[in-house]
């Protein structure tokens, strides 16, 4: 199935070509490094910055808690001639302590991707804009992404899906 939807853009380009090679008016492909127009786009190396920033604070509070736990633990082990209850106390102690740090590092993963989307999306969008514009403007029917070999624009007249489904049988 992997290999089957890896093949798909081409299987799509091959379609494209050969129903475009008969008619009047062949289809226009287009292509762009998307990679290099968002390294080049203005508040980029801003939002990345703030973006590095944000993770190390996160990473250095993991850190303080891992450290904790570490000290915390060394403590324990330090301590054999504790009764019994201290030592259940302490273990509970280590493994809520432990719990906290888990749900600290899925969160603060989380948390990090929010705030990469929150700050990134303005971008992402503007350059998304542009591209549907220029490709519009300059009558592509198709424009690609060189860097990751996606389709980022077609013509909107171009879905055979309503046609499809008809031959299918499925309407």
């Known amino acids: 199935m992997k290999k089957l939807l890896s093949f798909l853009p081409f299987l799509v380009l091959v ?3 050969m129903t475009s090679a008969g008619a009047q008016n062949p ?3 287009g292509h762009i490094d998307t990679d290099e127009l968002l390294r080049q786009m203005p508040g980029r190396d801003s939002a990345k910055a ?3 920033r944000y993770a190390r604070q996160l990473e250095n509070k993991f850190i303080s808690m891992q450290n904790e736990f570490q000290q915390k633990y060394q403590e324990f082990l330090a301590d054999e001639g504790e009764s019994e209850l201290i030592k259940q106390s302490k ?3 280590l493994a809520s302590l432990q ?3 888990l749900e600290f590092q899925e969160s603060a993963q989380e948390d990090l991707m929010r705030k990469e989307e929150r700050l990134l999306s303005p971008i992402i969008d503007e ?3 542009a591209i549907e514009k220029v490709a519009k403007e300059y009558n592509y029917d198709y424009v690609f992404d ?3 070999g996606v389709l980022l624009y077609s013509d909107p007249g171009d879905d055979i899906m309503p046609l499809v489904i008809k031959e299918l ?3």
């Open 50 to 52: 703030e973006l590095e």
């Open 91 to 93: 273990q509970r102690e």
């Open 146 to 148: 060189t860097s990751t």
């Open 127 to 129: 350059a998304r804009d």
């Open 27 to 29: 289809a226009r492909f």
């Open 169 to 171: 049988g499925l309407d």
């Open 99 to 101: 719990e906290r740090i």
């Open 15 to 17: 379609f494209v070509i």
